[in-house]
């Protein structure tokens, strides 16, 4: 398939240079203020040099993206919340030509899901958005394998960095600025960590599995957050005293309500994963419990996502 793509951070990045190990071929790119269109096809190394020397990736701009020839619009713009604009703006005016689409960008499904699938039941495209959940996890695919209908409840560590904070915790007895001043400088937190310390970014995440296990409705008003800045780093210690540990849990639960909260667990539960990994649950009626783990983020790890929707998209 030819793609567009929109978004040139990590993700992006990843799938424009990932592509063609896919069968897939890029012919469009943007960034936040430059774009650049190439109907035989982009040279990848060539547009990250410039973006990397120059800030930009093209004289064009996200319009001409947009207009290209292109088959698959990959929307990985970062994720905004409300409106979830510009990134469902963006997914509107290719499914408006008839053109496929594949999310990373959270916003647009999780605050708009309606929306979108009104847009979908009007266009010849078709949208997908594996990567917006777990990364390289394919929570969405193994729901729609299974039938959302016959997923009862999802639950799971949905956030790398809160993970890794209350890993270390854990396991240094070191309080929460300590280790997320650590974090920081090792990249796996944001300069400003807000949206993954405080729940957010789970919280979107749930809106989602929500919305796919019930037919949509959910937005992230409707999620329960609490985050992790409040734990003490005693209260982890107790809690290993006991055998048990704290982490992250986001759940749709069978009545339908969804929720992001610090869990007491024991040690060795399978929810309890370390570091930067990410587990989804799944409760099914005639499959038992599932448990999908692996890594949640990253630029090639979601790209693999992305490139997978693309793969179904084309058969």
Known sequence: MKLAVLGAGAVGRSVVELA????????????????????????????????????VVGEKDVAAVLDADYDCLVEATPTTLDDAQPGFGHAEAALARDRDVVLANKGPVAERYDDLQALVDESAGDLRFEATVAGAIPAIATIDGVGAGRVTAARGVLNGTANFILTRMAAEGLDYEHVLAEAQDLGVAEADPAF?????????????????LHGGGYTLDDVDVRGITDIPGSALELAAEDGRTVRLV??????????????????????????????????????????????????PETATAVLADVDRLAD
């Open 20 to 55: 063609g190990e896919y069968g897939h071929e890029v012919v469009a790119l943007a960034d936040s203020s430059s774009g650049v269109v190439e109907a035989g096809g982009l040279d990848a190394d060539a547009v990250f040099e410039r973006k990397d020397a120059d800030g």
């Open 196 to 212: 993954d310390v405080e729940g957010i970014d789970a919280a979107l995440k749930c809106a989602i599995v929500a919305n796919v």
């Open 250 to 299: 986001g759940e749709v639960d069978e009545a339908g309500n969804a929720r992001v909260a610090p869990r007491l667990l024991p040690e060795n539960d399978t929810l309890a994963v370390t570091g930067t990994q990410n587990i989804v649950q799944l409760e099914t009626t005639n499959a038992g419990r599932l448990n999908l783990s692996g890594r949640g983020a990253g630029g």
